[in-house]
Nanobody, 125 residues
Framework: QVQIEDTGGGLVQAGDSLRLSCVAS????????LGWFRQAPGKEREFVAYISSTGTMKTYEDPVKGRFTISRDNARNTASLQMNSLKPEDTAVYYC??????????????????WGQGTQVTVSS
């Protein structure tokens, strides 16, 4: 069974950058789209970014457009989320997930499975 591990979080200041990584083990996610989600304290988990199985299509939540970049390396079974110009409102636990049940809306949590354990990102002002 595929297991996903999210890493790369940390405590940074506003304006700094972080690069999150998502690694699959026990299988491959090369044939699936991947998503990054985040969950801030007291809030529901929300969509952040998506990348198609081949990497040719990418989608971003409006607040992160122009600041975050999603990428993947299928040969290494990895994906990344480069986060630049971080803001305090980006503070959340970030999760990588496999879009194993593609439907009509790639931003919907229900279309994803094989979630990572999450990695904490804290941005101080």
């Amino acid at each position: 069974q595929v297991q996903i591990e999210d890493t790369g979080g940390g405590l940074v200041q506003a304006g700094d950058s972080l690069r999150l990584s998502c690694v699959a083990s026990g299988g491959t996610f090369s044939g699936y789209g991947l998503g990054w989600f985040r969950q801030a304290p007291g809030k529901e988990r929300e969509f952040v970014a998506y990348i198609s199985s081949t990497g040719t299509m990418k989608t971003y939540e409006d607040p992160v457009k122009g600041r975050f970049t999603i990428s993947r390396d299928n040969a290494r079974n990895t994906a990344s989320l480069q986060m630049n110009s971080l803001k305090p409102e980006d503070t959340a636990v970030y999760y990588c997930a496999v879009r194993w049940r593609p439907g009509r809306d790639r931003t919907r949590i229900s279309e994803y499975g094989y979630w990572g354990q999450g990695t904490q990102v804290t941005v101080s002002s």
